[in-house]
């Protein structure tokens, strides 16, 4: 998300990964990928609406018993950790030892572990066993990586932790531990709707399954997501539409519309 | 939900069919059901929101302790295997008892039966348990039935499993085992919203809860599901806009309007 | 709520309620109170939207491991009694201690105590654990309070619990033991949506984390709340589009909308 909209950066490295942008809901209608979410009850009805919107399907068991056949035929898997509970950590222990059977991507959006030194300390546990990337805001970053956000901070912790950080804030931060991507779309209004960022992390899993380049796909994701945002508020009264709006927006996205609004940079450069 | 819009067919078998659907929505409103719904934590929202727009009562706890109260005041029940876990599945059991005592039809969705093994064993042995209806998709349908749907299959199952059998894809069937109704009304974006077909069978439930001749009560339920569903799509920009504009649809009908859009056949003769 | 919406009726005691319903939007939006929520699966989103689109940071994990850490640093806590669960009264337990320990505000909603005996019984338990505020329906109030809802009634169980009674019906009645206010706002509409009612306590959790006046509190977050129903239904087609539209009026509210359409009387002394 970014304040100045009248400013559009496009660097070197911005030119294929805006193409990944672009491609990127086509792909998804052709592939139909099945994304696994455990993720809180809150944000269930968002993150499957987001989800079929964009051609992805969804399925949302939390249950220890049944996981292990809905993650085996997936081809994505969310770890979100809001309303974190014993049923939901026992799932993502069989969900995890799955997807690394299958080897299929997981993403781990660590919610709130600002707020919960048990639910920090289980984060870094989880970020331990190879989510191909993290989705994450800039207080949960501060809480997990020890720092204040900032490209070279995101780079940092990227590395260290051998995974792709997506920090979503007013500008977006993308890294792999060397190239940082920054993404500035997106609108004010995506902060005052509850589980969006839950939602957008669900939509980059989607990214993440059907992309073998991890650092492209999250950009793309994140791109695409907040391209969504800045159409939906354009037809928006406030946050409640706003959130139907989105979805509209998600089914209606195409490779043109992406294109003549993504704003995606190097930021470690600039 | 039908591909060509432009074709009504009404048989002999159509009309009391269609009188069920006309009527439907002033019993509904009159009789006020409580429907008491297991149902997954995703669909919880919507399904409440229209069984209210309706004029049913809905309550949707799932815990042990309380569902034997909630289920002896209800009027109809609703199993949803959607998100099963190891409390829904007791709170299933209880409510099943109550149900078998006081004698109010329960209605059996069998949700990603295809997905689990465990789900669908589970599910074939709720069927063995007597539900008044069992609601499903098609590849649910071939995962319980062992084949794939079609008129004869739909009515074979039903009739083997003693219990009405209500498909829905593009034309929905219905059947006791002995008649088949075809109903063609609804919209794709049905299949783009989260838990419309859940949706769809809580109100199914309620329509159950009121009308004696069940085989009539759900092809009732769903024509005036799907007819909702075609005036939502009409004032909708995508499915986000057609899931809020669903429950107003519910909210405004009349039995005019269902009985304008009703399109209730007799699949099995035709 | 009220039916004849041309009646106006404002007492002497009505005029600094108003000051509180007026100042309340733009006190929630300075000081953004965090407000953790245990409430039911069927009304996290909307309690989540409406918290955010007023100002105040919403939480609502009910895990037991986790809740005490969230709750310590939450400025309100709301207890909502629906689907409730083993997990959730372990969760209560924990998070009414810490509330206890840091001395923030409680509100309780003891949602459908007439329909399971189990849960009227807890609830009477929660009573005694000193809530500032219990938010009820009148079904509710009857089966906890033994007699029919009225001033009187309800004045007579604020004093006999030590709290603050909220009643909400066609006009809400707000009481302190000794003052009884009656709010006339609101619209039909809000008892058509599943969780309005769940989503008005929470709201009413974040007056109460930022006003040391109780009884203000209660009387203001009910008068806003109605207000922005009212205006919902104004650009509404039904239940669906309501409950978008109550979000965006929340976000767009202004101290001089609540002034103007604030119906608030001392309904005792009428």
Redesign the interface.
Known sequence: MVADKSVTIKSDIGSPLIDHATRLIERLRVRSPKVHCIT???A???T??AL??AGAI??????E??IG??AR?ANGLLVNL??????RRRAIDVALEVARETKIPWLLDPV?VE?????LDYARKLLARGPKAVRLNGAEFTALAGEKPSPAAVRAFAKSSGTIVALTSKADLVSDGERVATVSNGDALMS????MGCAGSAFATAALAIDADAFAAMTAALTLFGVAGELAAAV??????F??????????MTPDVVRQHARVADAWTR
Chains 1, 2, 3 share one sequence.
């Not at 809001?82 to 049923?87: I, K, P, S």
């Not at 707020?115 to 639910?119: I, N, P």
């Not at 959130?243 to 209606?252: E, F, N, S």
């Open positions: 809180n009850t809150v269930q009805p968002i499957a609406n079929l919107a969804p399925s949302l068991t939390t249950s018993d049944e056949a809905f035929s809001g309303t974190l509970d014993a049923e709130f707020r919960s030194a048990l639910r005052k709707v509850t589980a928006s009264n406030g946050p409640g539409t959130a139907v709006a989105i979805i509209d927006a998600l089914h209606a």
